[in-house]
């Protein structure tokens, strides 16, 4: 089975400006999550989506938005970025989301905001 | 206060030794606890998971919980160079659809 993709693996962007990232899990997984990874702060839960449904959210602000398609791609948005949006953005795919479920994280699109 | 703590390291060990990381967390809800392991440029790869106290054993790893302490443990016994990344805790608690992970502890094994 192929892994969880993501696309594209880097993106140079400037403040203001806004970014898609795309995430295609696993064959067969229907919930994708997507987590904001900085030195900081480590992984951070922005939110996760089912069978086209947001289930859950992370604290972040409504800048962050994502939706999910009928082939359970996803993709994440993030409008009016600012220098803090840097960051290694992650997306795990899993059958159905639920809390014992093995999550397989993509590779990651790394985000740098000039 | 974070949810989940975890000691950024970086934590350098001779090849050979025993590894131990660590992660405490607040909420008592968490029932479900992982581990995971990031090589750098890559995403995290799942190595253990656990939902009651005691241990776990897999191989070189072994998983343990303590809930009554609120503390997570994973050691690696005869530690290999191939095993430097950074190693991430994570919970989740039942009836949600979220990880909370730790910050990760970057960990370099000396050949």
């Known amino acids: 089975k192929a892994g969880v993709t993501q696309t594209p693996r880097y993106l140079i962007k400037t403040r203001g400006q806004q970014v898609t990232l795309s995430c295609s899990p696993i064959?067969?997984?229907?919930?994708v999550s997507w987590y904001q990874q900085t030195p900081g702060q480590g992984l951070q839960f922005l939110f996760e989506?089912?069978?086209?449904?947001?289930?859950n959210k992370g604290n972040f602000p409504g800048r962050f938005s994502g939706r999910q398609f009928s082939n359970s791609r996803s993709e994440m948005n993030v409008s009016t970025l600012e220098l803090g949006d840097s960051a290694l953005y992650l997306c795990a795919s899993s059958t159905q989301g639920g809390a014992l479920e093995t999550q397989y994280f993509g590779p990651g699109t790394r985000l740098l905001v000039l | 206060q974070k949810e989940v703590e975890q000691d950024p390291g970086p934590l350098s060990v001779p090849e050979g030794a025993i590894v131990s990381l660590n992660c405490t967390y607040s909420n008592s809800a968490f029932q479900y606890f992982m581990w995971y392991r990031q090589y750098s440029r890559k995403g995290p790869e799942l190595l253990m998971y656990?939902?009651?106290?005691g241990n776990k054993e897999d191989g070189r790893f072994t998983a343990q919980v303590d809930k009554s302490s609120k503390y997570i443990s994973l050691f690696i016994r005869d530690s290999q160079p191939s095993d430097s990344a950074t190693y991430l805790c994570a919970m989740s608690r039942p009836g949600t659809y979220k990880y909370i992970f730790g910050t990760g502890t970057r960990l370099k094994v000396l050949a």
């Open positions: 064959s067969g997984h229907r919930s």
């Open positions: 656990t939902y009651s106290s």
């Open positions: 989506y089912f069978s086209e449904t947001q289930r």
